[in-house]
Nanobody
Framework: QVQLVESGGGSVQAGGSLRLSCAASGRTFSSYAMGWFRQAPGKEREFVAQISTTGGSIYYADSVKGRFTISRDNAKNTVYLQMNSLKPEDTAVYYC????????????????WGQGTQVTVSS
């Protein structure tokens, strides 16, 4: 079992940056692939990015490629999402998730979810 707590959300103008963090409990963080998802009002949750256990493999959604960077620090049990060049359409609640899957594939099944952090981008 792992518990996930996101932080770092907030309000920013278009073109700005935010860095989201997701802190995980437990001593097995390094054994989980991690991901970020988002859900805008009235829309389904969508995939943003995922990172393998060592950080050596990463996937991004096309909508964020080149603007967002996912990373992890296994010593700190934390995964990050650096978001640059933010657009109003990036406005959503952002969730981090952990996967126990032994294979790093797309789509990946995620087993644990955080509560989310709000990101609002104004034009």
């Amino acid at each position: 079992q792992v518990q996930l707590v996101e932080s770092g959300g907030g309000s920013v103008q278009a073109g700005g940056s935010l860095r989201l963090s997701c802190a995980a409990s437990g001593r097995t963080f390094s054994s989980y692939a991690m991901g970020w998802f988002r859900q805008a009002p009235g829309k389904e949750r969508e995939f943003v990015a995922q990172i393998s256990t060592t950080g050596g493999s990463i996937y991004y959604a096309d909508s964020v490629k080149g603007r967002f960077t996912i990373s992890r620090d296994n010593a700190k049990n934390t995964v990050y999402l650096q978001m640059n060049s933010l657009k109003p359409e990036d406005t959503a609640v952002y969730y981090c998730a952990a996967s126990r899957s032994p294979r790093f594939i797309r789509p990946l099944s995620f087993d644990y979810w955080g509560q989310g952090t709000q990101v609002t981008v104004s034009s």
